[in-house]
């Protein structure tokens, strides 16, 4: 990540006055954007400077794409316990560079990650202050409701999406919130083979990914309907040689990660009523409706109709 020589900690037990947030969990709506070139990126060119860019462009795209109001992105530092900033938005909605900012890694940040982990892709709380920076100052700009959704690689967790509507001032919006919540899956896949060079300033030159793995992820990219077999013929190698090739070094399967790009852009080609489910899972990519249902229930845990229906009516799940 881009690295600053001194980073200010922010105290939000201070900044809150001892008046900490209470959790409002909310089941997500089916809705997702297609972003499969953000989450390839890291992939093929693993490298510090990557990683910032692919952060600063999920945080401009949450905002270009599924139109939240400000969004930012923390990471977990586990080694200091810290979440660093990166990129993040001010109190006008123009992208800002927040590396210079921490804070102490605390129980709040716990429950994002345990509440992901027990089926919540995101975390609402209410009452928060709503924070700016202005150059080196930190600002309360107001306070109001900050979703916050976890961002995890295969091999746990990467960081935390913060958004907020500081300056409209609208309520949470639930099909943004899932769409959100598709974007942090794809950017914790992504940025898995990265892990090594966020905090360590001294790694700052880029490692070329395996060639395989760089011309896998830009042939899914522009057409999700390849199988691993098609791949390998592609690439002139044999299907084992891609299938381990592409685990070793992102780990994550070749299968997996196809899957989560065509999940993707089903969410993001899907009506409302969930009234096209064969058409936005064939134009996403699936060779057909079974193979769709069958990748969606092991995804989500539910059929996709009984998926959409629930999440599309649902209201607060707990408080």
Known sequence: MKT?????????????????????????????????????????????ATADDVVRRVVEAARSVIRLERAGVYLLDAEHQSMVGTWGTDAVGSTVDEHDIMYAYGDLDREIFERGERGFPWTAYDDCPHIAQEGRQTRVVGRGWVACTPVVGPRGPIGVLFNDTAISHDPLDEAKQA?????????????????????????TQATPQHPLVREAS?????????????LAQ?????????????????????????????????????DAQGGNLLEAALEAGFGSYAQFHRVFRARFGKAPREYLLDRRLSGVAEQ
């Not at 769409?179 to 300033?201: H, I, K, N, Q, Y």
């Not at 044999?238 to 196809?258: E, G, P």
């Open 179 to 203: 769409r959100t919540a598709v974007l942090c899956s794809l950017l914790g896949r992504a940025l898995e083979p990265c892990r090594p060079f966020l905090f360590d300033t001294e790694l």
């Open 218 to 230: 830009r042939l899914l990219v522009t057409d999700p309907t390849l199988s691993c077999a098609a």
């Open 234 to 270: 592609e690439l002139r190698v044999s299907t084992t040689t891609l299938a381990r090739t592409f685990k070793r070094k992102t780990h994550t399967s070749i299968v997996d990660h196809r899957n989560e790009l065509r999940l993707a852009r089903f969410l993001g080609k899907v």
């Open 4 to 48: 600053r020589s001194v980073r200010r900690s922010v105290d939000w037990r201070v900044t809150m006055a001892g008046n900490m947030p209470r959790a409002r969990l909310i089941q997500p709506t089916a809705q997702a954007a297609e972003l499969a070139a953000i989450a390839s990126a890291a992939l093929a060119e693993p490298s510090a």
